[in-house]
């Protein structure tokens, strides 16, 4: 009973990490994604905007790692794998509903997420990541 807790907690840290890591990558796409430093937009300038879309991303990206551990393989190599891939491709495909959006709106969607004052494209951008996100998770399960 013991090992079992054992190998259970030694699977949820890296399975965490990887978490975590796809987190990370999933900051660096919305601050490539929008102009100015992120972490200045948000932590220094208070930007509502840019906070949102990156709360959306961070979630989605959550739910994706979520979903693909809870149905995850019985191997935990494969697990792993599986996490690792669909993260990565939850991340891209959340980009690419960035560009779309972009490219269907007037004006640069990346300007809209940097006004400082809450602009309801901010919404709706997030609100595409987190239906993309959603989107991949359905294709998991």
Not at 34 to 57: E, M, Q
Not at 68 to 86: K, N
Request: charged residues 10%; hydrophobic residues 55%; proline residues 3%.
């Amino acid at each position: 009973m013991l090992e079992d807790l054992l190998e259970g907690a030694g699977r949820s840290i890296v399975f965490g990490v990887v978490g975590i890591g796809l987190m990370a990558v999933g900051f660096v796409l919305v601050d490539l994604l929008t102009p100015g430093k992120l972490r200045d937009l948000i932590w220094v300038h208070k930007n509502p905007n840019a906070a949102l879309l990156l709360s959306a991303n961070q979630l989605g990206i959550a739910a994706i790692v979520f979903t693909s551990i809870f149905t995850s393989y019985d191997s935990f190599g494969e697990g792993l794998a599986s996490t690792a891939l669909f993260g990565l491709v939850g991340i891209g495909i959340m980009g690419l509903a960035f560009l779309v959006l972009d490219w269907l709106t007037p004006g640069k969607l990346g300007d809209v997420i940097c006004t400082d004052e809450r602009h309801p494209g901010a919404v709706v951008s997030a609100a595409s990541h987190f239906g993309a996100a959603l989107i991949v998770c359905a294709c998991i399960a």
